[in-house]
């Protein structure tokens, strides 16, 4: 997405001293880390956060009633109050998963036998595989990955699906979907709607309520927070919709001997002891941002993108995948000429101490469906620099020489 010569291009180059992991070096070559897309980076307040419990407050949560307990208890229900604020949902409608891929699996256990459900070629196997144990109906990919949106609302209105479930920025190619046109289709043929944001959040500023959607989910690690960690929105009113997937101790309200109850979403999808610590860190990296401001990032990454793309497309060995206004604000792909992906992944990191991703990114089927080689994924977030960019143009350019 090119931007006008007169934005402003915010300095973020500051908060690079929050990331401990920008100070080492490989093999006397300053680190760039060019994987965010996959797992980003953590600032050191999600780290002190994470260790602040560990040694401050270790206890298990909802249960006992010592000071411990009830600090960590405590701390976990703030944090969803947080992430709620973040999304600008309600406390009620977030529950806490391992991943955006638990978030998905969770939906479609519930749903889909309850009718047709469509998404588009180009999502994320998490959320194709699951829905393949049901009634699914994929929108066809145009030759550059994206999708036709005519065709997508014909198929919508004919299938009549009981839910649409689709990324607002694809992983595999980086493109920047049609949420709202589809959306909007979806709503006219009386379907619900699923948006994993994973590639969304911590990217630019997500409101559930403006994208008018029943389900969303989002990974913690993709936006500065631990591993392990991920969100599951449910819309208020749809209590009913979701079976949780792990039966146990936490999510019951009541066992007797014959019988049982659930307690209401969102406690009743988080069975056994749950990823408590993670939570915090998660709660500690959407403060983080909000700090800094997600239009601020937003606008830093599509600049370096932008900024990367240009470069890359004049390179006369380099085929970029994705251009113009559909293009993801903080992701590149591309591929050599002459050398294989992973080939020029590894030397990228061997010979430049640059960290890309290299393959299919959990998207084969939209690849081969385009007849797109596996590629290298560049991807930025707040803590990379111009400087940065040029340095991998000038890799890329080395490698792709090679034969």
């Known amino acids: 997405m090119a931007e006008p010569a007169t934005t402003h291009v915010p300095d973020l180059s500051k908060y690079r001293r929050d990331f401990p992991i920008l100070e080492r070096d490989l093999s006397g070559r300053q680190l760039i880390y060019l994987d965010s897309a996959a797992t980003s980076l953590k600032p050191q307040a999600v780290i002190d956060a994470v260790t602040g419990f560990y040694t401050r407050y270790t ?41 955006a891929t638990e978030a998905l699996n969770v939906v479609s256990h519930s749903l889909r036998d309850r009718g047709p459900v469509v998404m588009p070629l180009s999502e994320h196997h998490s959320n194709l595989v699951p829905w393949r144990a049901g009634n699914s109906v994929v929108l066809k990919a145009m030759p550059d990955g994206q999708v036709d949106i005519e065709a997508a609302r014909r198929t919508i209105a004919e299938t009549k699906p009981a839910l649409v479930a689709m990324s607002t920025v694809s992983n595999g190619l980086g493109i920047t979907l049609p949420v709202a046109e589809l959306t909007a289709a ?162 990228l990191s061997n010979r430049f101490g640059i960290m890309v991703r290299s393959g299919y990114h959990c998207a084969q089927p939209v690849y081969e469906s385009c007849g797109i080689p596996e590629s290298v994924r560049a991807s930025v977030h707040l803590y990379n620099t111009a400087e940065e960019m040029d340095s991998l143009v000038e890799a890329v350019s080395v490698v792709s020489k090679m034969a």
């Open 59 to 99: 206890s298990n949560i909802h249960r006992a009633v010592h000071a411990l307990s009830e600090e960590a208890t405590e701390a976990f229900e703030d944090a969803r109050a947080t992430v709620a604020r973040f999304l600008n949902a309600d406390i009620r409608e977030v529950a806490f998963t391992r991943n």
């Open 186 to 347: 979806a709503r006219d043929a009386g379907a619900m709607v699923l948006l994993d944001v994973s590639q969304s959040c911590g990217h630019e500023p997500v409101d559930v309520v403006e994208l008018d959607c029943d389900f969303a989910c989002f990974s913690g690690h993709k936006m500065l927070a631990p591993s392990g960690i991920g969100v599951l929105y449910q819309r208020e009113g749809l209590e009913h919709s979701l079976e949780p997937l792990l039966i146990g101790g936490a999510m019951v309200h009541e066992v007797h001997v014959e019988d049982h109850t659930f307690r209401p979403f969102p406690w009743c999808m988080e069975a056994g002891t749950p990823n408590i610590e993670g939570a915090i860190g998660l709660a500690a990296a959407c403060d983080y941002l909000d700090a800094i401001g997600l239009d601020v990032v937003q606008s830093h990454c599509r600049h370096l993108t932008s900024m990367v793309r240009a470069q890359l497309e004049a390179l006369p060995q380099v085929d970029v995948h994705v251009s113009g206004p559909s293009a993801s604000d903080s992701m590149v792909t591309f591929s050599s000429k002459s050398v294989a992906a992973h080939g020029v992944a590894r030397m």
